[in-house]
């Protein structure tokens, strides 16, 4: 276990422990990076029975990886070969049904109107295409543009087919050349091929059921949250090899970390400084989220609003029931934590809450003067872990 460089990060290995002793995961990596010096990069607990895991290995980021997509349509937006205000019909066949008013800016700020499309075929073993003929044959669920929701796959798989159709690349092959080879990520992967994997072996760590559920069914029909037992899929090899933009990106966290030290000008840039302030700001805003039922202020691709009390401009993504990455552009200042346990959503968010919390307070007044207030994720959400 690394020893941090900032004294007041010297606990957060010890509570990520506490965290696994309540059963909230396995194993869990953390990276802090404050003007692009590692303050600590770690891993906890393990991968699997008898397997520490360690601070290399790979980890599902859910949709913190979200954002690495939204860098590659970004960089065709500073080129010049696409629009934010692009109709989504102009590069993807067959789109349509209701809505044909979609727009690159939809897809990104969540309020394209087909939240739901992708959830079934995220966890079949289908083609790329297979999946975004299915999202463009989707009727929309309401008119692009008039309301918001959460969309946790289908629009970032179109985002991709949209890189492809505009560069010629798949978007796993993109964000290689584009994005992680620029900024040395060597083991971040959109899709590991199934002839890699053996390369890799056990540090690909897989994730664990912990409570993790979705909103669902009973048999008469009433609302109830429904035990997603994903862990039964996602450790598949051919799961592990599927190209996922919203929620398949592969790392250790202290490669998420670089990624965002790229963003804040640390390492080898991938966007122009102004690109990453328009990212990094607020573009969605009184418009209540339907899946998180709040008024989430959102950014351009990334979330701009968390729990545990981060800067007022902190921005990045988190991930489901395991993760969250963020960059803090007032400070130099990048957190990411990847766990391999999928928790309840309390508990998952509480995790978030307490690891946010110590890295913020444990960086001292400087950082601690400009944060928001830390609300208990009782008062957030308004009921209790």
């Given at each position: ?40 990069d770690t891993a906890v607990g393990e991968s699997f029975p008898g397997r ?215 390492r080898p840039p991938v966007l122009e400084p102004r690109t990453v302030e ?47 990455g963020l960059c803090d552009p007032e400070h130099g200042l990048v957190m ?50």
């Amino acid at each position: 276990m690394a020893t941090p460089a900032a004294p007041g990060l010297a606990g957060l290995p010890d509570l990520l422990l506490r965290q696994r002793a309540a059963g909230w995961h396995e194993g869990a990596q953390l990276y802090v990076s404050l003007r692009g010096e590692a303050l600590l990069d770690t891993a906890v607990g393990e991968s699997f029975p008898g397997r520490p895991l360690q601070p290399d290995d790979l980890m599902l980021l859910y949709s913190a990886g979200k954002p690495a997509t939204t860098v590659a349509v970004l960089q065709l937006w500073e080129q010049g070969r696409l629009g934010l205000d692009d109709p989504v019909a102009r590069y993807v066949d067959g789109w349509g049904h209701g809505k044909e008013r979609c727009t690159l800016r939809h897809l990104l700020v969540h309020t394209g109107g087909f939240p739901n499309a992708g959830t079934k075929i995220f966890d079949r073993d289908l083609t790329y295409a297979e999946e975004v003929a299915y999202i463009a044959a989707w009727r929309a669920e309401w008119e692009p543009g008039t309301a918001a929701a959460y969309h946790p796959s289908s629009s970032w798989k179109v985002l991709g087919a949209i890189v492809e159709a505009v560069d010629g690349r798949p978007i796993d092959r993109y964000l290689r050349e584009q994005v992680f080879d620029r900024v040395g990520m060597v083991d971040a992967h959109l899709g590991i091929p199934l002839a890699e994997q053996p390369r890799y072996a056990a540090r690909i760590s897989p994730v664990h059921w912990r409570g993790h559920a979705v909103p669902g069914r009973n048999d008469d029909g009433s609302f109830a949250m429904v035990p997603y037992r994903i862990d039964e899929i996602h450790n598949l090899p051919w799961h592990i090899a599927k190209v996922a933009p919203g929620g398949g990106m592969r790392a250790p966290a202290r490669e998420l970390g670089w990624f965002y030290e790229s963003l804040l000008g640390f390492r080898p840039p991938v966007l122009e400084p102004r690109t990453v302030e328009l990212m990094g700001a607020v573009h969605r805003h009184n418009i209540e989220d339907r899946l998180f039922r709040r008024n989430l202020p959102w950014g351009l691709g990334v979330q701009v609003s968390f729990t545990g009390g981060t800067g007022r401009r902190a921005f990045g993504h988190g991930g489901m029931a395991s993760s969250r990455g963020l960059c803090d552009p007032e400070h130099g200042l990048v957190m990411v934590v990847v766990t391999n346990g999928l928790a309840d959503f309390l508990s998952a968010e509480q995790r978030l809450f307490e690891v946010t919390d110590a890295v913020y307070s444990g960086l001292g007044d400087d950082v601690a003067r400009t944060r928001q207030l830390a609300v208990p994720i009782a008062e957030v959400f308004g009921f209790s872990t």
